[in-house]
Nanobody, 120 residues
Framework: QVQVVESGGGLVQAGGSLRLSCAASVTAFSLTTMGWYLQVPGKQRVLVASISSDGSTNYADSAKGRFTISRDNVKNTMYLQMNSLKPEDTGVYYC??????????????WGQGTQVTVSS
């Protein structure tokens, strides 16, 4: 009963910016930690940034100082503001959402992914 939809990807020149959005539709579940992951062809999916329900954030070293993760708990939406983009930021960005019913152990739901391409 948790559905995740991502948007905001696209083609941008190096040094440019993009803002990714992840909207979660929930029924009978509460959202916990939400995060953005990057998958490059031929490589494993890796964490870019995450944010807890109380706003605590965590960033990959490559994202620090350039990306900002945030969430709107009223809209159940998470954002990733991406500035000073580099070609190595290219890949598919996936939204991951933690959800639980009451005090149960959370389970995690993936979005469909959104393509980000940074040209040099």
């Amino acid at each position: 009963q948790v559905q995740v939809v991502e948007s905001g990807g696209g083609l941008v020149q190096a040094g440019g910016s993009l803002r990714l959005s992840c909207a979660a539709s929930v029924t009978a579940f509460s959202l916990t930690t939400m995060g953005w992951y990057l998958q490059v062809p031929g490589k494993q999916r890796v964490l870019v940034a995450s944010i807890s329900s109380d706003g605590s954030t965590n960033y990959a070293d490559s994202a620090k100082g350039r990306f900002t993760i945030s969430r709107d708990n009223v809209k159940n939406t998470m954002y990733l503001q991406m500035n000073s983009l580099k070609p190595e930021d290219t890949g598919v960005y996936y939204c991951n959402v933690g959800a639980r019913w009451g005090s149960t152990t959370p389970y995690y739901v993936w979005g469909q992914g959104t393509q980000v391409t940074v040209s040099s």
